[in-house]
């Protein structure tokens, strides 16, 4: 029987019968009528109507097995999930939505940053690998934008592959460069399914398990790469956080990114440009992205709001052939959790440009610093390895905007050449931990290097480290 066609079993306990509590206090009667489960196999026990918590018993199939499952389809899981297949392990991309690409398509923030330095020194190109060969395939099909709006004082020839600080991009092109290189490498994918929480034993990941149309499935893996941005499997495995920012009301705003039509070619220096098509930064929402209630409001207000503002710009002269030609699938969510990992990349390794032996990716995005975007003296700090593993929780290696940091380094790292690079780290790594049934913690991190120097990555390091 092939592992990913596996027949069904149950998840289970010691008795067979996983058990959960769901506990709906913010709100109420609502959360506790509605579950999240309701598919044939969730056995209820009874609830009285004035309690806010609602117990299910559930049983869930196992539906497929595979080495390694990657959860979420944005920049660093599509990469990632190329790195494990060409590496080896027989792959599963799992994606809430009906397209990958992530914030890069979904959230339409379409210009992929920090594949070198956005100001001299620039002459490394820190982002190489498969991130590069996603880039060549999205020329290929044509999908390079005409202008972005961040200034870059060097020019490079990225039909060349020298690929310059940012690169403009078609997230229809995008989407597509994406699912002909999974195609062609052989990754499993599952789209319209999002992950609701890990399949466990103790502090063990064992695979996950996914709400769809077709119910509630569990799919078993070696090991699962947590590329859904906001570290759900991992948060979920019971893993802790960065506590940076130390408040909530410091994170990152989200923005509702749109696209305009109708814009006369050349007028819009702050747009990301393909012929008379702009994409623009929309209203901004201060709030928890991972909180049901804040997304629903920020999706609300900003969405009101930019109907308003485009009115306002249509009724200017000149702007009468502008229209809003599409909003983002959903509101842009720059930063929620930073999980815990063996290391947290500091403010100061960031600025002192900190070189690891541990190595895996390197950011040159800016950061932002004390309020202003901060230029590095050097080619990019290194994302060490342990950054990607968190702690507390097996069988999890950690990918993107997921990394062990603080919000600082998280500001660059979480750009998507950056978090491409890592998402080559993390395919990479969790092929090998499958591969040799080593946990992601004890890996033999030179063998991790001369994996990713095989496949063009760059680690500054040479091309053969032992
Ligand atoms: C407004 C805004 C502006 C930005 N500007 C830039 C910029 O100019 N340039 C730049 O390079 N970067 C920019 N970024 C940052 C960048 O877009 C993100 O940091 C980057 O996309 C992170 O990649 P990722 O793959 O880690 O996560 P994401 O892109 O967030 O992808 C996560 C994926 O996982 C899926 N997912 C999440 N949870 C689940 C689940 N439970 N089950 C199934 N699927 C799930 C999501 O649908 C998504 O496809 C910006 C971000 C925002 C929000």
Redesign the pocket.
Known sequence: MSKHNSNAQTVGSESGIRRRQFIGAAMGGAVAATGILSDVNAARSATRPDQDIYREVIQTPVVARYDVVV???????VIAALAAARSGAETLL????GFLG???T??L?T????FRNQRPPEALQSVKGIPAQYIAEIVRLGGVADAVSYPMPVKHDITKGDIPYCVGFDPEAAKVAALNMLKKEGVRLRLH???AAPMLEGNRVTGIIAESKSGRQAIAADIVVD????G?IAARAGASVVKSPAKKSDLLR??L?YRLGGVPVGSDKGAICIGERAVK?GPAFQGDGTDVETLTTAEVETRLKLWDQIEARRNKPGSESVYLMQTATGI???ETRHILGGYVLTVQNAIEGTRFDDVVAISSNPMAYQGKRYFYKHEGFDVPYRSLVPKGVENVVL????LSAEQDPFWSA????G?MAIGHASGCAAAMAAKSSVPPRKLDVKALQNLLLSQNAELRMGKRIT
């Open positions: 959860a979420g389809g944005g920049p660093s899981g799992i994606e809430r939505y992530g914030n890069g979904a959230g923030m210009c992929y940053n920090g399914s999002c992950v590329a859904t941005g906001d759900d989200m923005t990114m930064w842009g969510v720059r990918t993107g905007r997921c979480r750009a998507m050449a978090a």
